[in-house]
């Protein structure tokens, strides 16, 4: 595989995250994307024939705890600390709809 340049990867993950990086930060964050599109390169040629797909390396039991009821907290007790509340709700301001910030 040709080594690939990501200095226009790494500059616009850069803006979009509003970081400003040196220029030798920037070097080393596009030697490293490069380096792991490497390694997904050498997997993805691994011949995986006959292996069953896992979602852990290790064949371990699921470790499950009884679901037991409990006592929650008391609802004065949960809105005690809330900066705003409505009508036994906390209320938070709005991040979607209008666009209006109507705290």
Known sequence: MMP???????????RLARLTLEPAEK????GQLSDILQTACRIQELDTTG???TSHVLDLPVALRDDVNRPSLSLDRVLQNAPRQEKNYIRVP???GSGHNDQ
């Not at 070097?27 to 596009?30: I, L």
């Open 94 to 96: 709005r991040i979607t």
């Open 27 to 30: 070097e080393r964050m596009a």
């Open 4 to 14: 690939v340049n990501f200095h226009k990867e790494v500059d616009y993950v850069a």
């Open 51 to 53: 292996i069953e797909p």
